[in-house]
């Protein structure tokens, strides 16, 4: 009985997800959230001016500020294939990596339902191009997706990454 319970379980799971590989839903991205802590790639870019490179976020999550690159690791992607696509999708240009992160920081937000546990591999990265001209923050108010090289931890880094302030 409790086997084909489970079985049920799955096929109703399959049913609402399909290939993993491609994305989860939003809806049930945010589900299995709740249970489950994410593992996650920052990219740690820093200039030979030591200068960090930040992109601005805005959204429901976590609000508006400046916060490191990252993504989260999809099903069967390597953290390897993370730092790339993070870094073409945030920054319009590749980096190179070490082999290993530079540091492991837990995050666990005991008041958030979604989302309130990360695991993030951080990774000191190198640009190997120039990032998108087109997403540069030049002056006023930063928007969605731009991004800007910082000489300190700005003030409206968000919240969620200020473990990040030791590494300005």
């Not at 491609?22 to 049930?28: Q, R």
């Not at 709740?34 to 490179?53: A, C, G, H, K, M």
């Not at 993504?71 to 069967?76: A, D, E, V, W």
Request: contains cysteine; aromatic residues 10%.
């Amino acid at each position: 009985m409790t086997n084909e319970l489970h079985q049920q379980a799955f096929d109703t799971l399959d049913g609402w997800v399909g290939e993993p590989a491609g994305g989860l839903p939003e809806d049930f991205f945010l589900f299995l959230s709740r249970y489950t802590p994410l593992i996650n790639v920052d990219l740690l870019i820093q200039d030979d001016r030591r200068r960090t490179l930040l992109t601005w976020r805005e959204d429901e999550t976590y609000g508006a500020g400046w916060h490191v690159p990252g993504g989260i690791i999809r099903y069967k992607e390597t953290a390897e294939e993370r730092i790339r696509a993070t870094a073409q999708r945030e920054l319009g240009t590749d980096v190179a990596f070490g082999a290993e992160p530079m540091a492991i920081v837990q995050a666990i937000e005991p008041d958030r339902r979604e989302r309130g546990h990360f695991i993030s591999m951080v990774y000191r990265c190198r640009l190997t191009g120039p990032p998108d001209p087109a997403l540069a923050h030049r002056e006023g108010a930063p928007r969605r997706d731009q991004w800007a090289w910082h000489e300190s931890c700005p003030p409206d880094l968000i919240p969620a990454q200020a473990v990040y302030r030791r590494f300005f």
